[in-house]
């Protein structure tokens, strides 16, 4: 049973949790706190999954109780409570905090989010990777495009766009941007999965603020160290993002699905640069492994790792409360037929892309990536050429 913890200083509003959440009893272990240093004393005593905090309290508030937390519970899913007059207090949450919920919450969604985010937590086996997971704030960026971005920002005539171009680059920056716009905070009716449409919404001030003065990007600075190419993985992600939406668009895809597609291609190995940038000395190793022993990438992590870069990617990118289908396709994207609950069109277009433009990059045949078990089970063998010719395009523009 998941325990979590739910802090507010109105007792009135601790009271409507416990109305409105009853019918969880049996699944969650709740417990509620009035105060910030009450919920450190219960969390002394037995720490908690989750935690969802009110934002503004009496002395310690959400913004530094979530960092108190993280630094002793650096596993526990953090969760912060805020009115949308709270932009500023949203701004220094938003280090320690996963994801943000508007008050007053909507019973349903406060419920969709505890559920999602005690899912994300059986993902993955490993108890350091969850700890480094939930610890996480950045994903590290491409140096070129990280001075980019920090010089742009510092630029009075900069514009929106172009800071949307910037960030729409990089696989770090789009994520954590995302991130933010996402979140239940905002209230927006759809998912935004589109950088440049976010940028737009969160406007050039609040993401001058996150980039400069809460830091949420990072650089990359071990890839010599770790033998690791960045620039590599980001050549291939952005080739499998553009040969994804081809192929939606091939198969009949609304835009919406097709901007899906690009999004979950861009971030399909996500979890390669969270473990290469923070755990750098361990995944050194999986390389060496993949040199000696011949394995795959897939088969080294799992023998260094106990999970795989999907794996991990999917729990991140879940926790922060993305799409559940940029998730699923982030986790499943080498092995489709492993995930559950019906076709997924997002996943079955990216695990598409991911092989064929490996295939395409690498000028000879990588056909093996492609489980073509599970694309026959779909009926859609006859169009693998078709995705084939449209892959070469994308693949080729990039180089």
């Not at 416990?18 to 019918?23: I, T």
């Not at 870069?309 to 879940?318: D, F, L, N, Q, S």
């Amino acid at each position: 049973m998941k325990r979590v913890l739910f802090v507010d200083d109105e007792p009135n509003i601790l009271q409507g949790l416990r109305r409105m959440l009853r019918g969880m009893r049996k699944e969650w272990d709740m417990q509620f706190a009035g105060s910030a240093e009450e919920a450190l004393e219960m969390f002394s005593e037995q720490p908690f999954d989750i935690v969802i905090s009110d934002m503004r309290m009496p002395g310690m508030d959400g913004a530094d109780l979530l960092s108190k937390i993280k630094e002793l519970h650096p596993d526990s899913i953090r969760i912060i409570l805020s009115g949308h007059s709270e932009k500023e207090a949203v701004m220094k949450s938003v280090g320690p905090t996963h994801q943000y919920l508007a008050k007053p919450c909507d019973a349903d969604v406060l419920r969709a989010t505890i559920e999602k985010a005690c899912a994300m937590r059986e993902l993955l086996g490993s108890d350091v990777l969850k700890e480094l997971a939930a610890r996480l704030e950045t994903i590290p960026s491409m140096p070129s495009l990280y001075r980019e971005i920090t010089d742009a920002l510092q630029d009075e005539n900069c514009t929106l766009e172009r800071v949307g171009e910037i960030i729409g680059k990089d696989i770090g920056m789009s994520a954590k941007i995302l991130k933010l716009v996402n979140s239940a905070y905002f209230g927006l009716m759809r998912p935004v999965n589109n950088v440049a449409r976010a940028v737009a919404y969160l406007g050039i001030e609040t993401v001058s603020a996150l980039v400069l003065s809460a830091q949420i990007f990072s650089e990359f600075e071990d890839e010599e160290s770790v033998g690791f190419s960045l620039e590599q993985l980001w050549n291939h992600s952005m080739q499998t993002a553009a040969c994804a939406r081809e192929i939606a668009k091939l198969e009949g895809a609304s835009k919406q699905e097709a901007d899906d597609a690009f999004l979950a291609g861009m971030l399909h190995d996500v979890g390669t640069l969270v473990l290469a940038g923070n755990l750098s000395g361990e995944y050194a190793k999986v390389l060496r492994t993949i040199d000696d022993q011949g394995v795959s990438a897939k088969e080294a992590e799992r023998s260094v790792f106990h999970a795989t870069h999907g794996e991990v990617g999917a729990y991140v990118m879940g926790i922060w409360g993305l799409p559940d289908s940029i998730v699923e396709a982030i986790a499943f994207h080498e092995n489709p037929a492993d995930a559950t609950g019906g076709v997924q069109r997002t996943l079955t277009y990216v695990h598409a892309a991911d092989a064929l433009s490996q295939e395409a990059s690498c000028g000879k045949d990588e056909s093996g990536r492609l489980d073509m078990a599970y694309i026959e089970t779909l009926g859609l063998t006859e169009r693998v050429e078709v995705w084939r010719e449209a892959c070469l395009k994308p693949a080729g523009q990039e180089s």
